[in-house]
């Protein structure tokens, strides 16, 4: 069995920063897996964020989210981090970690292991 736990969310305010973190356990080889963080605004379907790929750690993100928003990892202590600057109201979503064998992949149904996700609110 897989646990992804996701971490670091919270209010903040237009202009600020949060950083989350994703910390995975049980039967995953986490070096292994491209790890991604994707989010789900109320009514709206859950999106891309970006992801980091095993082996080269090559990264990817949205382009709403590009420049703004680090992904790194630490294969050590099996764990995702998003770092979220210059954060907008737009932003405010549940924000998921998602795990995949697959290299870079950016749609949901490629990753097999999601954490239960961690709320972002980001006020005006």
């Known amino acids: 069995q897989v646990q992804l736990v996701e971490s670091g969310g919270g209010l903040v305010q237009a202009g600020g920063s949060l950083r989350l973190s994703c910390t995975a356990s049980g039967r995953i080889s986490f070096s292994r897996n491209t790890m991604a963080w994707f989010r789900q605004a109320p009514g709206k379907e859950r999106e891309f964020v970006g992801l980091?790929?095993?082996?080269?750690?090559?990264?990817s993100y949205a382009d709403d989210v590009k420049g703004r928003f680090t992904i790194s990892r630490d294969n050590v202590k099996n764990t995702v981090y998003l770092q979220m600057n210059s954060l907008k109201p737009e932003d405010t979503a549940v924000y998921y970690c998602a795990a995949s064998l697959k290299l870079g992949p950016t749609g949901i149904y490629d990753y097999d292991y999601w954490g239960q996700g961690t709320q972002v609110t980001v006020s005006s």
């Open positions: 980091t790929t095993w082996g080269s750690s090559r990264t």
